[in-house]
């Protein structure tokens, strides 16, 4: 048997073992937020080890995201609740184990190629409309940056050319979302591909409320990031058009889904930020 296919056992092993010790679990974590980063930080081990997330099969992803899924709800773990294994584990979403058929916070995805203005427009929605604007890559340069070990776990995967799993990403989103106290919320940049799309289903145990897309050609994105005083330090007109390509590639994907559901929100972002701003906020309204 091949490395990847024995890892793949072995955490298929752990999914039953996490099913037949619930109580157990319930017990040994104060919380199902502590559960998921529990997972969390076994998949990174896991990858650390030496299990490049570029190679691993779909057994390995599937099973990883079967752990996130077995995590007990804040139901199965309340007073009295703790007994025999539940038959079948709900996964354990935002806001303190709210489950996905009950309410849960509004998320909207922010999708749009680099250059199109999502971060202009999401402060205009968080002053008019006080949603929280999060950013998934700015809270994984934080983490990595945060001395923790799970931290610089991460940090020695990226170094070492690893992707990092998703479910890394969508646990600090859940993370910054319950440690803010409220209840609106813009995704920004996420999710990036379809394994973002898949491990937030999975995590967070429900779907975005709806997906934002500024829609703009390749030329106007480019002269705006080349005309922009304080850039990236790749922003050279090479890696830009580079991004472009890998947006094209793994983003894109991800809008025509959702557009498949009758989920998106499309703004021409081609105008002013004043005119494209006129155009977005029609879909806040409800939310005031």
Known sequence: ATPFAM????????????????ATV??????????RAAVARLAVRETVAGHNATRVPTAFGFAAATLVTFA???ASCAPGA??????????SPAGGGV??????????????????????QCANIVRDFGFTHLSAGDLLRAHMKSG????????????????????????????????????????????????????????????CDFV???????DVMLQRLLGRDQGRSDDNETTIKLRFKTFE????????????????????????????????????????
């Open 7 to 22: 890892l793949a056992r072995t955490l298929l092993r752990r999914v039953a073992r996490r099913t037949a010790e619930a």
């Open 26 to 35: 319930c017990r040994t974590y104060a919380s199902v937020h502590e559960t």
């Open 72 to 74: 007990p709800s804040a």
């Open 82 to 91: 703790v007994g025999d294994a539940p038959s079948s584990p709900v996964a």
């Open 99 to 120: 489950s996905a058929a009950a309410t849960h916070p509004t998320v909207v995805f922010v999708l749009g190629g680099p250059g199109a203005g999502k971060g202009t």
């Open 148 to 207: 923790s070990a799970d931290g610089n776990m991460v940090a020695e995967m990226i170094k070492q050319g690893q992707i990092v799993p998703s479910v890394v990403t969508v646990n600090l989103l859940l993370d910054a979302m319950r440690a803010s106290g409220k209840n609106t919320f813009l995704i920004d940049g996420f999710p990036r591909n379809k394994e973002n799309r898949d491990a937030w289903e999975t995590t967070a145990g429900y779907d």
């Open 212 to 218: 934002l897309f500024f829609d703009a050609p390749q």
């Open 249 to 288: 590639e793994s983003s894109m994907p991800v809008v025509r889904y959702y557009e498949q559901k009758g989920k998106v929100n499309s703004v021409v972002a081609t105008a002013s930020p004043e005119a494209v701003y006129t155009a977005t906020k029609g879909f806040f309204e409800k939310y005031k």
